[in-house]
């Protein structure tokens, strides 16, 4: 399977422009010049469909923030369909000149690959998901009974650096009436998910229903998690 990064590189010799592939809810990106990463928009209209066009392009003005310097550009954004609620973005840069109307026909190529290939890759990264659920499970409700078992388990989960545990509960409780609260659901708790993971280190995690399910591994009683540390975590979410 050829890395994303080969991917893009190969459609930047096709089209010669730098492109970017964001993940939103993780907050990263993959780009082909990373002096493009940081930037700020300034305004964005959508580009007029035409009949070769499958897929809908925006054009973005923005402003180009390298190592203290300011440039200008536009970029072509087309979001990736089909992925976890439109999680991925694909970015085409326009500084020095703007794209010619046959390479849409080499973006809609990009896009159904990038789609093929984040597939497997979501593909693989939910049956690993699905198999640690099930043993995070297991271990919190006591049905690992042998000590080597349960060794085993907390060396798969890379719980060992400690030697004390933390479980923490997180429910999402819907205040008010809210259609968009069921299909918003999963998202919500996929951000939170994220979210933990970059401000974390020596955790596992288990997803039910409307709550997470956080176990730490922490060197003293000092480095307890609380509640108000939970919430100042997830309301930048």
Request: hydrophobic share 35%; aromatic share 10%; with cysteine.
């Amino acid at each position: 399977m050829p890395s994303l990064e080969s991917v893009l590189k190969e459609f930047k010799t096709m089209i010669n422009m730098d492109l970017s592939l964001v993940n939103k809810v993780k907050n990263a990106q993959i780009s082909t010049n990373t002096e493009l990463e940081h930037f700020q928009v300034i305004n964005h209209f959508e580009i007029e469909k035409k009949k070769y066009m499958y897929y809908t392009y925006e054009r973005y003005g923005v402003k180009y923030l390298q190592n203290g310097r300011e440039s200008y550009g536009n970029q072509i954004r087309v979001k990736i369909p089909c992925l976890d609620y439109n999680d991925y973005e694909l970015i085409i840069h326009e500084l020095t000149s703007t794209i010619r109307e046959e390479d849409f026909m080499v973006l809609e190529n990009a896009v159904k690959y990038l789609q093929m290939e984040l597939l497997k890759k979501n593909a693989l990264s939910q049956n690993i998901y699905q198999q640690k659920n099930s043993i995070i499970s297991d271990l919190l409700n006591d049905r690992i009974h042998e000590e080597k078992d349960l060794d085993d388990v907390l060396d798969y989960l890379d719980m060992t650096s400690f030697p004390l545990y933390q479980v923490i509960i997180v429910k999402l409780i819907q205040e008010e009436d809210n259609k968009a609260f069921e299909w918003s659901l999963d998202m919500t708790i996929k951000r939170l998910r994220y979210h933990f993971k970059n401000h974390m280190n020596h955790f596992a995690f288990m997803e039910k229903n409307n709550r997470i399910v956080l176990l730490l591994n922490i060197p003293d009683e000092d480095s307890l998690l609380y509640t108000n540390h939970v919430q100042k975590n997830y309301d930048p979410v």
